[in-house]
């Protein structure tokens, strides 16, 4: 009944941008905090960014200053704008739910972001 499809990934240079973008399906979306999860190769998924419903945000310290997460309750989407990029950001994003018991059953596809001169 729920789910989350993300879009936006690709591949670009040291120092370049991305904007993903998160499309949720689900009638109480605005009352959730969500957040965009990133897995590279060999490490544990982590939580990279959250917002909640009203739009207060908070960040891991690796990207802080570099990635803006925000959504738009009215049309279901979050995103995620990624600046100057670096090779440790490689990896696939996902979003979902903050709460990990809430969001254990909802993970997508997510989208590759690959950096890399």
């Known amino acids: 009944q729920v789910q989350f499809v993300e879009s936006g990934g690709g591949l670009v240079q040291p120092g370049g941008s991305l904007n993903l973008s998160c499309a949720a399906s689900?009638?109480?979306?605005?009352?959730?905090?969500m957040g965009w999860y990133r897995q590279a190769p060999g490490k544990q998924r982590e939580l990279v960014a959250t917002?909640?419903?009203?739009?207060?945000?908070d960040y891991t310290d690796s990207v802080k200053g570099r990635f803006t997460i925000s959504r738009d309750n009215a049309k279901n989407r979050m995103f995620l704008q990624m600046n100057s990029l670096k090779p440790e950001d490689t990896a696939v994003y996902y979003c979902?739910?903050?709460?990990?018991?809430?969001?254990?059953?909802?993970w997508g596809q997510g989208t590759q972001v690959t950096v890399s001169s």
């Open positions: 979902n739910f903050q709460n990990a018991r809430v969001g254990v059953d909802y």
């Open positions: 689900g009638r109480f979306f605005s009352l959730y905090i």
């Open positions: 917002i909640t419903g009203g739009g207060i945000t």
